[in-house]
């Protein structure tokens, strides 16, 4: 079995979806999804509910998770460059501490549970 793939991947193709005026109706399994997916980048409960209720809110609320799963992206991404070219200098103890530091600063689980799972491997 590979990698899990994250839901928000399933939630940021309903954003491609959606239309310029921003309506996208969306059956109860997928508006659930979304609001999974929402919290889990975190952003506000309250926001999330109150977004849902339009088609306008629901299709800002899309843009918002894509943004913030591209962003949070981004950050693992320059980190784990980062640690790569510390690791490449022999700077292991460079490396664990930009993990560490990536890792309390990230506000995202799934990309600070990647990074955890990283330092427990880092040699």
């Known amino acids: 079995m590979g990698p899990r793939v994250p839901a928000w991947e399933h939630v940021i193709a309903m954003e491609r979806r959606t239309s310029p005026e921003g309506g996208l109706a969306l059956p109860g399994e997928d508006r659930a999804q979304v609001q999974d997916v929402a919290l889990e980048v975190m952003i506000a409960e309250a926001e999330v509910y109150t977004s849902l209720r339009t088609p306008e809110g629901l299709a800002s609320l899309l843009r918002e998770i894509r943004r913030r799963v591209r962003e949070a992206g981004k950050r693992y991404s320059s980190t784990f460059n980062d640690v ?37 491997h880092l040699e």
Do not use: C, F, N, W
């Open 84 to 120: 790569h070219d510390l690791q490449e200098a022999g700077d292991a103890a460079g490396a664990r501490k930009v993990l560490e530091e990536y890792i309390a600063s990230e506000a995202i689980p799934r990309y600070r549970e990647l990074a955890v799972t990283e330092l427990e």
